[in-house]
């Protein structure tokens, strides 16, 4: 599925199983409520802390998916082409770090 296929077939959803979007605020928190699920999962996968008995069920490539859902809403109710606005983002990376990375140290 291509990301235009996706931003096609969430609208459909929304449209059709889920009524309307929720207003752009609403997703926004919605967005930082999903990513703040993925934090937790990642803390306790690959972090220091430990996962709780209730946390036995957790899904990181569901977490990951609801982040990308709720950001594809947002795009879609904001009239953003998420495939426009990724290729203009990875040249703008790749034009700004073209030697940044390679160069440092860290990285090494």
Sequence with gaps: MTIQEAQQIVDKWIKTTGVRYFNELTNTAM????????????ARQYGEQSFKKSDEEVNLADEMADVLFVLICLANQTGIDLTEALEKNLDKKTNRDADRHKNNEKLI
């Design 31 to 42: 967005l930082m409520e999903e990513v703040g699920e993925v934090a937790r999962i990642m």
